[in-house]
């Protein structure tokens, strides 16, 4: 496939996918539209929270979580274990996991644990479907303070009365430190796609992890946005390949 050279493709996609998510997100959670006069400015890092899961495999964590509306930012790491500095070959009692940094306004806690319970089987042990391993068993909420720890515990024992023939394994742990992972485990499904990674202009590695877009594109690349926005974006990703000079 050919590559882009318009930068206002860039432009054009960026405005897309983030008008997709606000207007379309809703049908993944299924949650109201409670954006306010104020969620329309732009967030700040004073203004972003943060929560981190532990629900298998990192590299589809990260996308899970990429394309909701609210989350500005996605990084995958290192968490719950007693290592310093772990790596992705010896992270030693840590499990992988995905660090969620979200705007308050457009989408809270609870909301996030939705999704976190809805994208694994709390109940499989040694793995995550065809993940298999330690580094895959070990379903997790981090918490940061009381509040968060009574909403896990709440929704952790609505999650067990679905059933009651198999126990939730779901740890609940106060968040200690979180390690970034490697750079080449970031954004990893949006790697995947080259296409994709031109079509945004082949940004640097720290602007990567780091972008909103890259997070929202990396959860289209995993088929993992909802079915409508997948289809805006496919949609539109055509419209703009055959307007852009080649």
Known sequence: MAFLRSSSAHEILTLVLLAASLTDISQCIRIPDRTSEAARDPPNSQT????????????RSEAVFGCLNGVVRTTVGYAGGSKSNPEYRSFGDHA???????????INFRQLLEVFWSSHDSRQVFGQGPDVGNQYSRSIIFTNGNEESRLAAIS??????????????????????????EPEHQKF???????????????PEVELERSSLAAKL???A????PPRVQKQIDAKIDDIMRKVVL
Do not use: H, M
């Open 218 to 220: 990396n959860g289209y």
């Open 48 to 59: 972003l929270k943060s929560a981190v899961f532990a629900l298998g495999s990192f590299w």
């Open 189 to 203: 499904e949006l790697k995947r796609n080259p296409f994709l990674l031109q079509l945004i202009g082949n940004l």
């Open 222 to 225: 995993a088929e993992l946005c």
């Open 96 to 106: 992988e996991s995905v660090q969620v940094e979200y705007d308050p306004r457009l």
């Open 156 to 181: 952790k024992e609505r999650e067990q009365t679905k059933s009651k023939s198999s126990i939730v394994t779901t740890q609940i742990q106060q968040l200690r430190t979180f390690y970034p992972a």
